[in-house]
């Protein structure tokens, strides 16, 4: 049981650059989620899906895209990379059932983006 | 609306001595409170959380919790600190009629040998 794993640990950019950043879960979780985090402000949800074929922005989405054709897969797109997309991009995921909104979130590793 | 707030940027605590690090939120309804912790390079982790029930709620590594509804507040407290417990806590909270998480800005402890 692998958890949360995402790919690349690390990648730097050039302005104008596109690239995927990939998340996979093997723990058959309803809920997944993509976050950045900047030093000093914490977590920021960019998008984040209810199942397989259901995604919807978060609060930081413009620059972004999503997909989510699997129960396992949400990979990430960036376009056209900006300066500002400079930042540790987390994955993660959970189970939506009994709990109804007490479901705790499992992280992945972390992506380490550098835009240049 | 949703929110959640870290008052400290940082709390430095000696090793042994018991910890604190504070949370406080706002909700419309009712509360779903969680605490994280990320170690250096790290994805974060559980540590605990309150759904409803007892106010007081034990979670990993000997932490625990209180909820007080009164003061919005949900403290992260540990009895004895230990150097390993240095790291970045996140408080996080969803309101009951809400589907996403809204996490604060994080806490650094630091634990002092």
């Known amino acids: 049981n692998a958890g949360v794993t995402q790919t690349p640990k690390f990648r730097i950019l050039k302005i104008g650059q596109s690239m995927t950043l990939q998340c996979t879960q093997d723990m058959n979780h309803n809920y997944m989620y993509w976050y950045r985090q900047d030093p000093g402000m914490g977590l920021k949800l960019i998008y984040y899906?209810?199942?397989?074929?259901?995604?919807d922005k978060g609060e930081v989405p413009n620059g972004y895209n999503v997909s989510r054709s699997t129960t396992e897969d949400f990979p990430l797109r960036l376009e056209l990379a900006a300066p500002s997309q400079t930042s540790v991009y987390f994955c993660a995921s959970s189970y939506s059932g009994l709990a109804g909104g007490g479901e705790t979130q499992y992280f992945g590793p972390g992506t380490r983006l550098l835009v240049l | 609306a949703q929110s959640v707030a870290q008052p400290e940027d940082q709390v430095n605590v000696a090793e042994g001595n018991p910890l604190t690090v504070k949370c406080t939120y706002s909700v419309s309804g009712n509360p779903y409170l969680f605490w994280y912790v990320q170690y250096p390079n790290r994805g974060l982790q559980f540590l605990l959380k309150y759904i409803t029930g007892d106010n007081l709620v034990k979670g990993s590594y000997g932490f625990e919790a209180e909820f007080n509804k009164s003061q919005t507040s949900f403290h992260l407290k540990k009895p004895s600190a230990l150097v390993s417990d240095s790291a970045l806590y996140f408080c996080a909270v969803r309101d009951e009629g809400y589907q996403k998480v809204t996490f604060g800005t994080g806490t650094k402890l630091q634990v002092i040998p």
């Open positions: 899906s209810v199942g397989a074929g259901i995604t």
